[in-house]
């Protein structure tokens, strides 16, 4: 198989670029060329899509599989598949949950409305990028085009932080704020599924629109957490605290606790989509404590989360240490 991946050496590009390698599959990635590097054997193509002639490196050659992870201005992404019908049979386009409209309900499947998003459009915030790429790559490529709305990702390579902030605070050890309850489902998927499962749709020659995440439930905050102590091997105590105080003190879920969405709240659907459809095309997810133990090792080896290849940084995740033990002190008082 002949693979193109736009991108490349970001977190689910690198990602995606390694398991072609691992297949033994022909792989070339085309970028900027300005971050990361690409395993040996992995051909390098240079241009900048939003630049005037920037495709010109993708003039000549043909491949049977393109993954494109972009998620800046739908204009790019319906230019890049122009310039690729008729070289590329196949045509991946890594979206988001992030594109249904609001509100969204639980379980909510690929048929629901998304928001709404031009495939021409200059730019847009993260939603509405994401959805006028799948347009734009839909009119070019049709049943030819697979759209994976992938939810949370994880695992090695993870250049947002949220499981690397909480592996980095577990590790520093003492009482940890762990916001409840213990039991509350989390749905992600491990990067390298992700990126395996693509490469299968697009060696089965298949299309279609997936919500590319694991089951609802498929760990738990407990579960999470007690494997980022597992991992790190820390002298840490987790100090499971009800949602209700942590809300009250202004913790925004998601941001300042990363990957912690509690049940009633608005965005609690992120952590329970429907998945029969990715599932059915053969989409499996392997236990967190692997995603765990692994993204630990990366981080470990690479010293810090690496800054996010060729696109803006987002704002930094994780709970100031002193709002954590003000937290602490508030919850300490209130059972006494």
């Known amino acids: 198989m002949r693979l193109l991946v736009l991108g490349g050496t970001g977190f689910v590009g690198g990602a995606t670029v390694a398991e072609g390698v691992r297949r033994g599959w022909s792989v070339t990635v085309f970028n900027r060329g300005l971050h990361g590097a690409t395993p040996e054997g992995v051909r390098r193509l240079r241009g900048d899509r939003t630049?005037?002639?920037?495709?010109?490196?993708?003039?000549?050659?043909?491949?049977?599989l393109v993954v494109?992870?972009?998620d800046g201005a739908p204009r790019a992404a319906r230019d890049a598949a122009r310039a690729l019908d008729g070289r590329v049979d196949r045509y991946v386009y890594v979206s988001s949950g992030s594109v249904y409209a609001a509100p969204a309900a639980p379980g909510v499947g690929e048929e629901a409305p998304v928001v709404d998003a031009e495939p021409d459009a200059d730019d847009g915030d993260y939603a509405a990028n994401k959805a006028g790429g799948e347009r734009a790559v839909r009119e070019v490529f049709g049943e030819r085009a697979v759209i994976a709305r992938a939810g949370l990702i994880l695992g090695p390579g993870e250049d947002i932080g949220r499981l690397p902030w909480w592996l980095a605070r577990i590790a520093r050890g003492g009482d940890v704020l762990a916001p409840g309850p213990v039991?509350?489902?989390?749905?992600?998927?491990?990067?390298?599924?992700l990126a395996g499962w693509m490469l299968d749709r697009g060696a089965a020659r298949t299309g279609g629109t997936f919500n590319v995440v694991s089951r609802p439930g498929h760990t738990t905050m407990g579960e999470l957490l007690d494997a980022c102590v597992a991992a790190t091997g820390a002298d840490a105590r987790l100090r499971w605290t009800d949602p209700a105080p942590i809300l009250a003190a202004g913790v925004v879920p998601w941001n300042d606790l990363p990957i912690w969405i509690p049940a009633g709240h608005e965005y609690r659907w992120l952590q329970e989509r429907g998945?029969?459809?990715?599932?059915?095309?053969?989409?499996?997810?392997?236990?967190?404590a692997e995603t765990v133990a692994d993204t630990w090792a990366w981080l470990r080896a690479v010293g810090t989360v690496p800054p996010r290849a060729g696109r803006p940084q987002r704002a930094p995740v994780g709970l100031d240490p002193d709002r954590e033990a003000a937290l602490l002190a508030a919850t300490d008082a209130a059972r006494a």
């Open 51 to 64: 630049a005037p002639d920037g495709l010109t490196a993708l003039a000549d050659g043909e491949w049977d």
């Open 68 to 70: 494109d992870t972009w």
């Open 183 to 193: 039991d509350l489902p989390v749905q992600y998927v491990d990067v390298r599924d």
């Open 275 to 288: 998945v029969e459809r990715a599932y059915a095309a053969g989409l499996t997810c392997r236990p967190v």
